[in-house]
């Protein structure tokens, strides 16, 4: 519902808004942490290969403390591809990420 709501009131279609909600999720963990540098470089991102690297980046380090034994929420690859491909048509949809992982934390702990 959320995801419908959204993309309502957007030029991104809904499985766009579902794609940069899950990858956002990811996002969020590297907030909890204080980690701030990949969510900066896609907020400041000036071309889509900055954002792609951050995104490839923050999942390499997302999978590594999910290896770890931290709680990170890894999105779906078809999610990841999505966005990267949404980045590279809409570079506003890096910021959008950025801005999605800094509005909505979830409590922390959930996945």
């Known amino acids: 519902m959320?995801?419908?709501?959204?993309?309502?009131?957007?030029?991104?279609?809904?499985?766009?808004?579902s794609s940069l909600l899950d990858v956002a999720r990811?996002?969020?963990?590297?907030?909890?942490?204080?980690?701030?540098g990949y969510v900066d470089r896609l907020a400041n991102a000036f071309n889509h290969r900055i954002a792609e690297v951050a995104v490839?980046?923050?999942l390499r380090?997302?999978?590594s403390a999910a290896d770890a034994g931290e709680k990170v929420h890894i999105p779906s690859e078809t999610h990841v591809r999505k966005v990267v491909e949404l980045m590279k048509k809409d570079l506003s949809a890096a910021k959008v990420l950025a801005a999605l992982a800094l509005a909505f934390p979830e409590k922390r702990g959930e996945e």
């Open 2 to 17: 959320q995801t419908e709501v959204l993309a309502q009131e957007s030029r991104f279609k809904e499985e766009e808004w």
């Open 26 to 36: 990811t996002f969020r963990y590297f907030v909890f942490e204080s980690k701030y």
């Open 56 to 58: 490839m980046e923050a």
């Open 61 to 63: 380090e997302a999978r």
